[in-house]
Structures are given as C-alpha cells and as structure tokens.
C-alpha cells in the first residue's frame, strides 16, 4: 500500500519559513513527480510544485516563484517544500501527490495523496 505522510506545517508570522516533509512508503519515490499543492477553505486545490522529472524542472504558480522551493531526499524517500516568506495569503492545507503532470498549463495530480498539513500564517 502507498501512504504520503505530510508534515511540517504549524503557525508561522507574515514573513517567516517553514519546510514540510511528505514522506512516501510503499513506492520508489525517486521514479515519481512527486508534486505539492494547498487547499484554503472554501477553494479548489491547487498546485504549488510541480516537478517534470525528465526535464530535471519544476513548475510553480506565480505568487510561489522565488519563495517556494522542492526537493527532495531519496535516501530518505521524501520530498520537501521550504516555503519562504510567507504570506498570510499561504495559509491553507498543504498536500503532497504520488504524481503530477502538467495540462493546459495547469498542475495536476493523481494517484496516492497524503492527509495534509496545516499552514498558518498569521501575527
């Protein structure tokens, strides 16, 4: 059985960092575009990375370029999300997907999903 475990999130201030771990199990994590996205109350989830393995790049949405950051730990078989600067705008649940792919310029993912952590960014 796959299971993404996320973690990491917590209260942060406007301005602060965090870093959230999803760690896999049940899959070869490195042969995956393990991808995350976030979900605010009363919105769609949507995507915040999204890796092209075979290009060897990454996609993120606007207001994440330059702030957010994927990468991921093999031996460790987890990926990671530092977020920098955050925004009270960020604060959402924040998952990780087994899969992602890129359609219409828009980030999707699919298969096995973690439960989620919480970010909130407030003073």
Known sequence: EVQLVE????????????????????????ER????????PGEDRLGVACPDIRA?????PDHAKGRFTISSDNSKSTSYLQMNDL??????????????TMVAGVCLGFGSWG??????VSS
């Open 7 to 30: 973690s990491g999130g917590g209260l942060v201030q406007p301005g602060g960092s965090l870093r959230l771990s999803c760690k896999i199990s049940g899959a070869d994590a490195d």
């Open 33 to 40: 575009a393990i991808g995350w996205f976030r979900q605010a």
């Open 56 to 60: 060897g790049t990454t996609w993120y």
């Open 87 to 100: 925004k009270p705008q960020d604060t959402a649940v924040y998952y990780c997907a087994l899969e992602t």
């Open 115 to 120: 439960r989620g952590t919480q970010v909130t």
